[in-house]
């Protein structure tokens, strides 16, 4: 067998804690897992570039001069946008796993490593995943900015724009990823371990939450470049991937001032990141060690409301209650697929909701009105969605042992629980923004519709919903991926601008307003009354049956 | 009284537990014991409904449990082998969240469970959640949630694992007294010194089928052996341990 060094080792441990999986096979290795996850990321960059394509070619055919030139900033803008936001999503998403933690630390103190060697392999380990990642990425992007540029452009200077293109794209992908690590590292050593596992959660949505909605929003901020490069607009020195656009600016003799300019600025902050990465980890990373190690065990202690709940109307109904809410509390797996859900609901309404005229942003009337529906929509699947996912799988034994055919009472709970924690908190978040545009006696009216509203969707999106949420053992792969595209796009579109419309004639005509209440509170009524021949909660999905042939 | 007869269930065609039929009386402790993979646990996954019989059936008080599946497991406490619990839940959340499910009405159920909190040692750690919990804490908040109800029928899988010497003393006792209430009480374990000086009755599974079934006393009187050690190894063909401890300790010499 081959002898592999220590550090070798400690290497392989570390790159493979990034394509960490559990859908992977048993004893799949790195190389499995990786070829995954680039396959994924090089898919998802070709799918994109090519979606781009018709677009840019109507532009170029249609438009000329000084306008082509800026609608071509607003697309080489794209490459190191999406990769900014893949990038820095991913390293988001990796966190925990950017640096050894105390588990880590635990095993390998018993070993006779050094921690220098520790470091290394870890630095090394991040190193290779920031180039494969960075390839991935950007095959598609670079080579899709490289037609685009040549097609439109000075063929002589195709090579000029291909490095530019390249040294835009790795730019921003590395301030996006060591920017994270350097964030990372100036907590921990700002921070106490508890202090550092106590907040990590909330920059971890917060920062997948922002990237999601940088690449999501890239159709609006592109069509204000022109005129924020015009009025040299502050937003220009604040969203990374404009500035490392400015490189092509560096490179190529027709340069624009200011995004020169940007494209230093971009790159002074790049050496400050990587300064801060090796200051904050060289300094800290003992210090880190030690103080993991001597940190207590035992996390934070936590209390929970334990008085009484005038939603539920059994022990039964109390007990899925709490727990649906501590999971959603406390289990950081689901909250981040709740934020990333949320957030793509939120792009695409604060799409819906603005409108760019003559290079400036305004608020679209029938947008702003279908923007809470949006939102709510998002909400209510998503939390359909999240429940699929087990909080602890091999922990539904006391469920599965406890059960006593109450699927009924499952039902009802999960319905109260998508209405108190995801429908209320996000009409009630809208509530400013609704007093602010609206500001008078159709505030209330708005907020009483979109309740009802959303109610009715609860009912709809959970009308098949038996189970108890968070202890499915089954993930929801059974249903056809494009079909349920289908449906969520259409429905979030169909029931957002009817509600809109609808919500509009309300204002307009009373008589509507009675018979929408009228029919919501009967059709709520007649559901919430629905008793459905009893039956047992499902835990799993059916064995599949299997068919022998007998032969002997 | 719990009877299990002919008991079989089959993976792919290979049969894990094999016409099992044993019976566990009110009043006494019944050990069922076996060697890693002979079938222990697959039994005790259909005693509490986690799995379903490929045959033969189990009866509580002469009657199916599998017709009155949820009257049955109200009247049942389990402790799993494995600690699988929430870990994001404090160990009060876990025994209300058990209460509940079990219908208990929750103020009782949070007395009773910070009075069963406070005997098994865990009341400083109750608001801290089950992930920062040692695995003999884990063991305890299991053995709670399994008594919240006062249950007629306990199956202890491997309960005492991870308990300390006073935790492991307070648990035999424990058994003692609610066998002398009259529950039913199956006991898995390895630890045969606990088995002998807890059970009255012991079932021994190996391969799938049982291989012995009475009182240890009268085991030893039959098999002519002093202790249960004895008796087991030579009822599941257990090699020599002497001489492969020996056997070990050669290969590790360089």
């Known amino acids: 067998m081959k002898h592999q060094s220590p550090f070798r080792l400690l290497l392989k441990l570390f790159q493979d804690r990034f394509f960490e999986s559990d859908d992977a096979s048993p004893g799949a290795g790195f190389q ?59 390293a988001f998403f990796e966190w925990d796993m950017l640096f050894p933690n105390r588990r880590d630390f635990l095993i390998l103190a018993s070993f006779p490593i050094r921690l220098r060697d520790v470091f290394a392999a870890q630095f090394l380990a991040l190193a290779k995943f920031l180039g494969l990642l960075i390839f991935a990425v950007n095959v598609f992007p670079v080579l899709f900015s490289m037609l685009m540029s040549v097609a439109a452009r000075n063929r002589g200077r195709a090579l000029q724009m291909v490095l530019a293109e390249i040294a835009a794209t790795i730019g921003v992908s590395a301030f996006a990823f060591i920017g ?139 007990a899925i209650f709490r727990f649906s809410g501590q999971t959603l509390a406390r289990s950081r797996k689901h909250q981040l697929f709740l934020v990333t859900y949320l957030s793509v609901g939120i792009a695409l309404a604060v799409n819906v909701a603005t ?9 679209s009337e029938d947008g702003s009105r279908a923007f809470p529906f949006l939102i709510a929509f998002f909400a209510i699947s998503g939390f359909r969605a999240v429940f699929q996912f087990p909080a602890e799988l091999a922990s539904n034994w006391l469920f599965r042992i406890t059960e006593s055919r109450w699927a009924e009472i499952s039902r009802a709970v999960t319905r109260k629980r998508v209405l108190m924690s995801g429908l209320l908190p996000v009409l009630l978040l809208l509530l400013p923004a609704e007093v602010a545009i609206w500001g008078d006696w159709r505030v209330p009216l708005h907020l009483i519709f979109q309740f009802s509203a959303g109610a009715l969707l609860v009912e709809l999106i959970f009308w098949t919903f038996d189970k108890v949420p968070f202890t499915c053992s089954y993930f929801p792969g059974r249903t056809s991926l494009s079909v349920l595209f289908l449906l969520y796009f259409y429905g979030f579109t169909y029931y957002s601008s009817q509600m809109a419309d609808l919500e509009l004639a309300i204002e307009h005509r009373a008589l509507y307003g009675i018979l929408f209440f009228a029919a919501a509170a009967a059709l709520l009524t007649l559901s919430w009354r629905r008793h459905p021949a009893p039956s047992a909660v499902r835990f799993d999905a059916n064995e599949p049956v299997i068919q022998t042939l007998d032969l002997t | 009284m719990l009877e299990v007869r002919d008991l079989t269930k089959r993976f792919g065609g290979a049969a894990v537990v094999d016409h099992v039929n044993f019976t566990v009386r009110p009043g006494e402790i019944t050990g069922y014991l076996g060697p890693n993979g002979s079938g222990k646990s697959t039994t005790v996954k259909m005693m509490t409904g986690l799995l379903h019989p490929t045959q033969g059936e189990i009866l509580f008080n002469g009657r199916n449990i599998r017709d009155d599946a949820a009257g049955f497991k109200q009247r049942l406490g389990y402790v799993p082998e494995e600690p699988n619990l929430y870990g994001y839940l404090t160990g009060l959340e876990y025994l209300q969240l058990a209460g509940g499910l079990r219908g208990l009405p929750g103020d009782r159920v949070l007395q009773k469970a910070n009075e069963l909190l406070e005997l098994l040692s865990l009341s400083d750690a109750r ?19 399994a008594l919240l109800h006062d249950p007629d029928v306990l199956i202890f899988d491997e309960a005492q694992s991870g308990l300390d010497i006073a935790n492991s003393l307070l648990f035999r006792h424990l058994l003692r007294r609610l066998a002398a209430r009259g529950k039913v009480i199956l006991y898995i374990s390895h630890v045969l010194e606990l088995v002998e000086k807890v059970c009255e009755h012991i079932v021994v599974i190996y391969r799938g089928r049982i291989v012995a079934d009475d009182s240890v006393s009268r085991l030893r009187d039959l098999m002519h052996l002093p202790n249960l050690e004895e008796i087991f190894t030579q009822l599941v063909e257990q090699r020599d341990m002497e001489s492969r401890a020996q056997e070990i300790a050669s290969v590790i010499t360089w």
């Open chain 1, 32 to 90: 499995t897992n990786i070829n995954q996850v680039l396959g994924f990321l090089v898919t998802s960059g070709f799918i994109v570039s090519y979606m781009m394509m018709p677009a840019f070619s109507h532009i170029t055919n249609t438009s000329r001069g000084r306008d082509l030139a800026w609608i071509l900033r607003g697309f080489q803008l794209f490459s190191p946008a999406y990769t900014f936001a893949v990038i820095g999503f991913t």
């Open chain 1, 180 to 318: 994270v690590a350097a964030l990372q590292g100036l907590l921990i050593n700002l921070t106490s371990p508890r202090q550092f596992r106590r907040i990590s959660p909330y920059v971890q949505m917060c920062g997948m939450s922002l990237m999601i909605l940088s690449i999501l929003t890239y159709p609006i901020y592109m069509q204000l470049l022109k005129r924020a490069a015009e009025s040299q607009q502050l937003w220009l020195w604040l969203f990374p991937p404009i500035w490392f656009t400015g490189l092509h600016d560096l490179f190529l003799p027709d340069a624009h001032g200011l995004f020169a300019s940007l494209g230093v600025y971009g790159l002074r902050m790049l050496g400050g990141a990587i300064a801060l990465v090796a200051l904050t980890w060289t300094a800290g990373f003992r210090r880190h060690y030690r103080r993991t190690l001597e940190s207590e065990d035992t996390g934070p202690r936590v209390r929970s409301a334990s008085g009484a709940n005038p939603l539920v109307w059994s022990n039964e109904e109390r």
């Open chain 1, 355 to 363: 409108d760019v005229r003559a290079g400036k942003l305004l608020l």
């Open chain 2, 127 to 145: 608001w801290v959640p089950i992930s920062a919990y040692s695995k003999g804490m884990k063991q305890r908040v299991l053995i709670a949630a």
